[in-house]
C-alpha cells in the first residue's frame, strides 16, 4: 500500500492543523492506520493508531485529549485532527498501516513520506 501524508505548515502555539494520509494500492480497511512524528535529532515516536474499522482509538499520553485520529474507509484515508498545538509538537509526521495493534515502530509494515508540522511559540 502506498501512503501520502498532506496538511502539515506552520502554526502558532494553540492553533489547530488537521493532517491527511492517503492510501493506495491495496485494500486500506484491511490495515490498523497509526502516526508517528519524529522531531531533528530525535527518534521517531508514537502518536495515535486507530482499527481497521475506526472502532478503537489509542493515543501517546502526549497528545491524549488534544489529537484526534480517525478514518474514512470509503475515501481510503485517515486523519490526525491537532488542537492546542504546543511548540514541542514541531517534528515530521508520518502515516503508517498494518496489521497489529502495537505502537512500535517496528509494528507497521507501510510508511509514507511525511509531512512537516512547525509550531511557534
Known amino acids: 500500500v502506498q501512503l501520502q501524508a498532506s496538511g502539515g505548515g506552520l502554526v502558532q502555539a494553540g492553533g489547530s492543523l488537521r493532517l491527511s494520509c492517503a492510501a493506495s494500492?491495496?485494500?486500506?480497511?484491511?490495515?490498523?492506520m497509526g502516526w508517528f512524528r519524529q522531531a531533528p535529532g530525535k527518534e521517531r515516536e508514537f502518536v495515535a493508531r486507530?482499527?481497521?474499522?475506526?472502532?478503537?482509538?489509542y493515543y501517546a499520553d502526549s497528545v491524549k485529549d488534544r489529537f484526534t485520529i480517525d478514518r474514512d474507509n470509503a475515501k481510503n484515508t485517515v486523519y490526525l485532527q491537532m488542537n492546542s498545538l504546543k511548540p514541542e509538537d514541531t517534528a515530521v509526521y508520518l502515516c503508517?498501516?498494518?496489521?497489529?495493534?502495537?505502537?512500535?515502530?517496528?509494528?507497521?509494515?507501510?510508511w509514507g513520506r511525511g509531512t512537516q508540522v512547525t509550531v511557534s511559540s
Open positions: 494500492g491495496r485494500t486500506f480497511s484491511n490495515y490498523v
Open positions: 503508517a498501516a498494518g496489521f497489529s495493534a502495537r505502537t512500535v515502530v517496528s509494528g507497521y509494515d507501510y
Open positions: 486507530i482499527s481497521w474499522s475506526g472502532s478503537y482509538t
